[in-house]
């Protein structure tokens, strides 16, 4: 064990701080004292135990905070409190700040440092970070491994029929229509399955009263209560969100209903094999009224993920 001390910053996402734990399990593997910085992931502390965690600042850092590590990795969201991070140790033309890039435009962002890492857009990010984690540590081979500790209590994907939809987003251009999410829900419970709507305690209201009492909409009060219902489950329906890189991360399939496929390959789950559903590439996008931009939930239709979903649950490499 080193006495060096390092802080991983994440974007506020909740599977950015999944992905961003590939990094900071490398790091503790080679005995470094790692922090990771985000809001939520306090929650799951019992399912990442080696790992320290700090909230997140709102706005900018007190640059003091940051002073009393030894190495920094920053993934950058143009975020203002990213944008303060970097142009702090840029200036002062520090080498202890690792800045990983998901897109880099020379124009937008400062000149990069031999310590950064761009990444290629056709990868999903859980192998992007391991990759740029790896080359940081000199190590030849790289690992999606992010150090997830499953508490013994749970059995993994024990409720075979138990088929969960995660139906809202925190970004409203990624959610599919809520009619779309109860056909496919319906759908499922014709079968043998049993659909489960998970959403956010805030969520669960509204969805209460979408669904009519027909599915369960649980309570879950802590993402660790969420956390151990998913692992318990068999798969995962849902927008483009952080609970698909969870669910993923925790060894589940994964059916992701999403606007744009050149997005998708490297911000799709990257844990446990999935599929993408995104709109037809035959859908025209004509100028002035972009009809698969801003209208692409019409173009997926419930009864093309219903089919999907079968599919796969029929195909033994899920």
């Known amino acids: 064990q080193n006495d060096m001390k390092v802080a991983v910053i994440c974007s506020k996402g909740i599977g950015d701080a ?23 992931m306090h929650e799951l502390s019992s399912f990442f135990p080696f790992l320290t965690f700090n909230a997140l600042p709102s706005d900018t850092f007190q640059l003091e905070t940051l002073q009393t590590f030894d190495s920094i990795i920053l993934q950058n969201d143009n975020s203002r409190r990213s944008y303060q991070v970097i142009n702090f140790y840029k200036t002062k033309q520090l080498q202890n700040l690792s800045v990983f890039y998901a897109s880099y435009s020379p124009g937008k962002h400062l000149p990069l440092s031999p310590n950064d890492r761009t990444f290629d857009s056709t990868l999903p990010m859980t192998k992007n970070i391991a990759q740029a984690i790896a080359s940081i540590l000199n190590e030849k ?13 749970l059995t993994k994907r024990q409720y075979k029929t138990r088929i969960l939809i995660h139906p809202t987003s925190t970004c409203l251009k990624r959610k599919w229509s809520e009619a779309s999410f109860l056909a496919v829900a319906k759908g499922l419970q014709k079968t ?38 998913i692992y318990e489950s068999n798969f995962l329906i849902g927008n483009e969100s952080g609970l698909g890189h969870l669910a993923s991360n925790l060894g589940l399939p994964t059916l992701i209903i999403a606007k744009c496929p050149k997005q998708m390959a490297l911000w799709r789950p990257g844990w446990y094999p999935g599929k993408v559903l995104t709109p037809s590439r035959s859908i025209p996008n004509m100028k002035g009224m972009r009809l698969k931009e801003n209208f692409w939930q019409t173009w997926i239709r419930p009864k093309k993920t219903l089919k999907t979903f ?4 029929k195909d033994p490499s899920y």
């Not at 079968?310 to 649950?313: E, N, R």
């Open 18 to 40: 999944l992905m961003m734990m590939i990094a900071a399990y490398q790091l503790y593997k080679k005995g470094y004292s790692v922090t990771l910085f985000q809001n939520h």
């Open 141 to 153: 081979k790289i690992s999606l491994n992010n150090g997830i500790h499953i508490p013994k209590k």
């Open 192 to 229: 043998k399955f049993e659909p489960v709507f998970c959403v956010s305690p805030k969520e669960r209201e509204t969805w209460l009263k979408l669904t009519q009492g027909k599915f369960l909409v649980p309570h879950f009060p802590t993402l660790k209560d969420l956390a151990s219902f």
């Open 310 to 313: 079968f599919k796969m649950i």
